[in-house]
């Protein structure tokens, strides 16, 4: 062991400031609970970078979760890149200045649909070894044999990138004064078919000691194999990815398990990615959760060839521009609902953290009333319910509503649970620790937030009103009706608080909103129940309490969820009237009621002014009331539709392979592009058959392993593109053959790496190669219709149409002695070339069936502050959206049911980031996929996908 080596352990040995024990997450001795977002700084213009940040920062979150893929940094062997828009280094600072955590994730892999999983396309020719039936449709891609494998070789490669990474994220680990919180090897590991994971692991887990980082290392499970995730490797910290159908039963039972699993290693109940809605994360929280991390609440996009390949749902699906799954924050930038929920959700686990993390999950009944039969029936059912009991003497009892209706909940406390909502009751919360000697003996509403002033304790707490549509009729506001309510059901509960103070104080109310009811007053202690109603609201009315306790003061602020996680503001008024001390923690919401003075007495409003602002939090930076507000509604302009175009005069890529020489060139099978050095776009193979025979020229042309996305042309004509996603494909039908020497052309695009190991098709194995493997055969017969029917999807197209099937068995044919040539596809021009144009054109933009071009559309006049997205209208036509030299975003406008793109909202519509909107136009280059032709019909200009 070499002397740095040594050191580098030793260090490793020192105690972290960062602890993961069984009872949970310890930084620098303080018990927390953490939330953490993922924010991809490879899908974010570098220019937004600290605009993203602070946005994740505001939403009350700790930390981020980052990915640092390989391949990103790696494009070729041997080029390491880290500046620009690579730059981790520069992002993680960024960080650090909001005050948030980074929870690095260098992999080797890492999935996050990126290409290949972020492993570097360029390992596949030397790991995957390909197999190959030269006699049939069958190539192995045998990649999972080394990759991810404790094998030699690719061990070799992993430490190379990680004598690459490790030294940064050594300087940037929280122990040498950086934002790093931990460090996470490979991914989901129990997803793969690892022949043993302790031994790969451990290799991962000693580079990385030897490269001195001392945070901890984590291993997550994607499908609950802790084991298999992390061969239980003693100084890993196990961890789960949780993912669920929305609102589906049994998730806290399974994170109860998964928490059982976790405890059994000494590591608490880790959940390194689930959903993002804020209604999934409070289940599991109540499941005794201490740290987690919803995966993409900060959404991004694909630039360049960038996105990955994946099983979601179809045999293969290609993962479109915009990576957006409808977290809190959009591609944009737009703030969600769910942005602001987010925020109360974050700011109670702030305010009531010492409680959370000193308590023990368990499970209690609670009893809720249903309707029965008959008009004023009700039935009372028992529901498990998952509890939080601290050491401190606090309870809290979260009970989700599942359904479609409001939820009654009559023990232990009433409450009124709105659809897709988790009611939190909570009981004895004591507030003389934070200054005010005030217990919070029960509420059935969230104390979403807690801020001390010099003068008083402010705490907002967060209901949800009953919509007009939803509310529940009251006995009262049905003089003629039962009891009950009518229709079987119970009146909504209101929110209600029980506070206890010492006798001697007193409580204030403002606007009748409030309602405070004495309970009890005895020698030593006094009790009040304060209640709001649920129904009668206006969508922004808020209620205000204060209860005096002499020396110090508990201000209650009541406020509809919506509203509770927007910014606001606190100013305290003096005796006299006078503007006080100002407590400003960010965006500005005006009060149009009266308020509580600092000296206990009301003070009324004078000539309608609305003089007191209020704000949940303080501990976070805020962005200025007005942007914030503005950021918070969609941008939506009307759109406005592109009328013109200039196409650019551009040579043929057919006409170019005739007339410039290949850039490979060799005899015998086709070879996959990884192994010809092409790992992103396309590129052209061409080959040439001799036929002899002038008549009956109609044998069919089959061609091994092909994908992604491949066009065929024999003798110039296009024949369609196929999808065949690694399998063999037959063209049949009537195809162009001529006398003697014929020219066949085949273009194949890469269109993502699988970043996910599926078995499903052949270009689903990670680590599968792309374009064209082995033999070519030409056969004087195709093979009947019910044979292929057998074994696999047939395109029907009109009778005599050269047309594709997939998946061949072996065919009856001979193999065609072929010389191979290969050209890359060219990119664009340098941007000062010289390019003569023949426009301006009128859209519609129509081409021949395999025909291409490359045109520019003006870019419309905009507002750099404001959104911008291209919106692509057509049929048959793919292309790719530049900005200048940077590839922003493919597309594939089509209706053939085997092209399928997910991973975002929209397919047919690509962001334009602000920062680059410098350019004065977009280049479009496109290629008519119909065997008929494409058209592109127009682009519409948008300026949010908000409110498109």
């Given amino acids: 062991m070499g002397v740095t080596e040594r050191a580098a352990q030793t260090a490793a040995a020192r105690k972290?400031?960062?602890?993961?024990?069984?009872?949970?997450?310890?930084?620098?001795?303080?018990?927390?609970?953490?939330?953490?977002?993922?924010?991809?700084?490879?899908?974010?213009?570098?220019?937004?970078?600290?605009?993203?940040?602070?946005?994740?920062?505001?939403?009350?979150?700790?930390?981020?979760?980052?990915?640092?893929?390989?391949?990103?940094?790696?494009?070729?062997?041997?080029?390491?890149?880290?500046?620009?828009?690579?730059?981790?280094?520069?992002?993680?600072?960024?960080?650090?200045?909001?005050?948030?955590?980074?929870?690095?994730?260098?992999?080797?892999?890492?999935?996050?649909?990126?290409d290949g999983g972020a492993l570097p396309a360029w390992l596949y020719p030397e790991l995957g070894h390909p197999e190959v039936d030269r006699h049939s449709e069958t190539t192995f891609h045998s990649g999972h044999r080394v990759l991810r494998q404790p094998d030699e070789r690719f061990l070799h490669e992993v430490s190379r990138w990680y004598d690459a990474i490790f030294p940064i994220l050594r300087e940037e680990q929280l122990d040498a004064g950086g934002p790093v919180l931990a460090v996470q090897i490979d991914n989901e590991l129990d997803f793969y078919p690892c022949t043993d994971p302790k031994g790969y692991l451990s290799f991962l887990k000693e580079r990385a000691l030897a490269h001195g980082i001392t945070v901890p290392l984590l291993a997550c499970s994607g499908e609950d194999g802790v084991s298999a995730a992390t061969g239980d490797l003693e100084g890993v910290v196990p961890t789960a990815n949780i993912y669920s159908r929305y609102r589906a039963p049994g998730l806290e039972e399974r994170a109860r398990r998964v928490r059982e699993l976790l405890e059994e290693r000494n590591a608490p109940l880790t959940i390194t990615e689930t959903d993002r809605n804020h209604f999934t994360l409070r289940r599991l929280l109540s499941a005794g959760a201490r740290f987690l991390g919803p995966y993409l609440q900060a959404s991004g996009h694909h630039t360049g060839y960038w996105a990955g390949q994946n099983n979601w749902g179809k045999p293969s699906t290609f993962l479109q521009t915009d990576y957006d799954f409808g977290g809190m924050i959009g591609t944009d930038g737009e703030l969600r609902d769910e942005y602001y929920d987010g925020r109360v959700f974050a700011g109670m686990i702030a305010a009531l953290e010492p409680e959370l993390t000193t308590s023990k999950a368990g499970v209690s009944p609670v009893e809720v009333v249903e309707p029965g039969e008959g008009e004023s029936a009700q039935n009372l059912r028992r529901l498990p319910a998952s509890t939080l009991t601290s050491t401190l003497g606090a309870r809290f009892v979260f009970v989700p509503n599942l359904g479609d209706q409001p939820l009654q909940v009559t023990s232990p406390l009433p409450a009124t649970v709105l659809p897709h909502r988790v009611a939190v009751l909570s009981f004895d919360v004591d507030f003389a620790?934070?200054?005010?000697?005030?217990?919070?003996?029960?509420?059935?509403?969230?104390?979403?937030?807690l801020h001390k002033t010099d003068r008083a304790l402010i705490a907002v707490v967060a209901f949800d009103p009953l919509p007009a549509q939803e509310s529940l009729k009251s006995?009262?506001?049905?003089?003629?009706?039962?009891?009950?309510?009518?229709?079987?059901?119970?009146?909504?509960?209101?929110?209600?608080?029980?506070?206890?103070?010492?006798?001697?104080?007193?409580?204030?109310?403002?606007?009748?909103?409030?309602?405070?009811?004495?309970?009890?007053?005895?020698?030593?202690?006094?009790?009040?129940?304060?209640?709001?109603?649920?129904?009668?609201?206006?969508?922004?009315?808020?209620?205000?309490?204060?209860?005096?306790?002499?020396?110090?003061?508990?201000?209650?602020l009541f406020a509809p969820r919506w509203l509770a996680g927007r910014a606001w503001e606190v100013t305290e008024a003096g005796p006299a009237g006078q503007a006080g001390q100002s407590h400003a923690m960010g965006g500005v919401l005006h009060l149009g009621w009266d308020w509580v003075s600092a000296d206990g007495s009301v003070m009324r409003r004078h000539h309608g002014q609305r003089v007191y602002r209020v704000t949940p939090t303080g501990s976070i930076h805020e962005l200025p009331a007005e942007e914030l507000e503005r950021r918070s509604r969609p941008l939506s302009l009307p759109a406005a539709t592109a009328q013109a175009y200039d196409r650019v005069a551009k040579p043929d890529p057919l006409a170019r392979l005739r007339s410039t020489p290949a850039e490979k060139r060799w005899q015998g099978d086709a070879r996959y592009l990884e192994?010809?050095?092409?790992?992103?776009?396309?590129?052209?193979?061409?080959?040439?058959?001799?036929?002899?025979?002038?008549?009956?020229?109609?044998?069919?042309?089959?061609?091994?392993?092909?994908?992604?996305?491949?066009?065929?042309?024999?003798?110039?004509?296009?024949?369609?593109?196929?999808?065949?996603?690694?399998?063999?494909?037959?063209?049949?039908?009537?195809?162009?053959?001529?006398?003697?020497?014929?020219?066949?052309?085949?273009?194949?695009?890469?269109?993502?790496?699988?970043?996910?190991?599926?078995?499903?098709?052949?270009v689903t194995h990670l680590g599968s190669m792309r374009g064209l493997a082995g033999p070519v055969v030409l056969s004087e017969t195709s093979p009947g219709e019910s044979e292929y029917e057998r074994h696999a999807r047939e395109d029907r197209l009109p009778s005599r149409d050269p047309g594709f099937i997939y998946g061949a068995p072996k065919p009856a044919g001979t193999i065609v002695q072929t010389t191979w040539e290969l050209w890359r596809e060219p990119l664009l021009e340098p941007e000062d070339a010289e390019l003569p144009t023949t426009g301006p054109h009128a859209f519609p933009l129509e081409l021949e069936g395999g025909a291409f071009a490359e045109v520019r559309v003006p870019l419309p006049e905009t507002n750099s502050?404001?959104?911008?997205?291209?919106?692509?209208?057509?049929?048959?036509?793919?292309?790719?959206?530049?900005?200048?030299?940077?590839?922003?975003?493919?597309?594939?406008?089509?209706?053939n049911p085997d092209?399928?793109?997910?991973?975002?909202?929209?397919?047919?519509?690509?962001?334009?980031?602000?920062?680059?909107?410098?350019?004065?136009?977009?280049?479009?280059?496109?290629?008519?996929?119909?065997?008929?032709?494409?058209v592109l019909e127009r682009i519409e200009w948008l300026r949010s996908m908000g409110g498109a």
């Fill in 675 to 762: 192994t010809l050095g092409v790992y992103y776009g396309a590129a052209y193979y061409r080959f040439r058959v001799t036929l002899d025979r002038a008549d009956n020229l109609r044998p069919g042309l089959w061609i091994n392993g092909a994908s992604d996305a491949v066009s065929f042309y024999i003798n110039g004509r296009y024949l369609g593109t196929a999808l065949p996603r690694g399998r063999s494909v037959w063209l049949t039908g009537e195809l162009p053959w001529q006398p003697g020497e014929n020219e066949v052309v085949v273009r194949a695009e890469i269109m993502g790496h699988s970043n996910f190991h599926d078995t499903t098709v052949p």
């Fill in 433 to 449: 620790s934070r200054g005010a000697p005030v217990k919070l003996v029960s509420s059935n509403a969230e104390i979403c937030r």
């Fill in 475 to 556: 006995a009262s506001s049905q003089p003629d009706g039962p009891s009950d309510g009518g229709a079987g059901h119970a009146p909504p509960s209101p929110v209600e608080l029980v506070l206890e103070a010492e006798k001697g104080a007193s409580v204030l109310t403002v606007r009748g909103l409030v309602q405070v009811e004495p309970l009890q007053q005895e020698a030593e202690r006094a009790r009040w129940r304060i209640t709001v109603p649920l129904e009668g609201h206006q969508r922004d009315d808020l209620g205000a309490a204060l209860v005096d306790a002499g020396d110090s003061r508990l201000v209650l």
């Fill in 865 to 895: 502050d404001i959104p911008l997205w291209a919106r692509l209208v057509g049929k048959e036509i793919k292309g790719e959206l530049w900005l200048g030299r940077r590839l922003v975003g493919r597309f594939w406008l089509s209706d």
């Fill in 16 to 114: 972290s400031r960062v602890q993961v024990t069984r009872e949970g997450w310890w930084i620098d001795g303080q018990r927390r609970i953490l939330l953490c977002a993922s924010l991809f700084y490879f899908r974010v213009p570098k220019e937004l970078w600290a605009d993203r940040i602070e946005r994740v920062a505001q939403a009350g979150y700790h930390a981020l979760d980052v990915y640092i893929p390989w391949n990103y940094h790696e494009p070729q062997r041997g080029t390491l890149l880290f500046d620009g828009d690579r730059d981790v280094r520069a992002f993680f600072r960024l960080a650090q200045e909001a005050g948030l955590y980074i929870i690095a994730r260098p992999g080797p892999y890492i999935c996050s649909e990126y």
């Fill in 899 to 934: 092209v399928a793109f997910t991973g975002g909202r929209w397919p047919d519509r690509i962001w334009l980031p602000q920062p680059w909107l410098s350019e004065k136009a977009i280049t479009l280059r496109l290629l008519g996929t119909g065997r008929n032709g494409g």
